[in-house]
Nanobody
């Protein structure tokens, strides 16, 4: 159906930047909302950012507002997460997620894990102090 492949993770010093990318393949015409989630060791998976299919609607978790920016390029079937001013608390495995649907959810964003149908393999982001 849909495959999501992530890239761009790595090790960075506190205050530095990283850019995560996620490329979708398969039935990409049915991908609507996309998002990023993260999970740190011993913690639950948490919402990071989400973006609508069109219209530029975005939403970010309070913990990353002003530092992280989500974007997408539907012509390339990609979604990206630009992470600036990284903190050690940002260390986690970051997952790209996509909502696949026949419905026209062009302006929909979601913070809920359960709204997404497909997930990337995860990209490790480690921020050292």
């Amino acid at each position: 159906q849909v495959q999501l492949v992530e890239s761009g993770g790595g090790l960075v010093q506190a205050g530095g930047s990283l850019r995560l990318s996620c490329t979708a393949s398969g039935r990409t015409s049915n991908i609507y909302t996309m998002g990023w989630f993260r999970q740190a060791p011993g913690k639950e998976r948490e919402f990071v950012s989400t973006i609508s299919r069109i219209g530029g609607r975005t939403d970010h978790a309070d913990s990353v507002k002003g530092r992280f920016t989500i974007s997408r390029d539907n012509s390339l079937n990609t979604v990206s997460l630009q992470m600036n001013s990284l903190k050690p608390e940002d260390t986690a495995v970051y997952y790209c997620a996509a909502k696949w649907s026949y419905s026209g959810l062009n302006y929909y964003t979601s913070r809920s894990t359960t709204d997404y149908n497909f997930w990337g393999q995860g990209a490790q982001v480690t921020v050292s102090s």
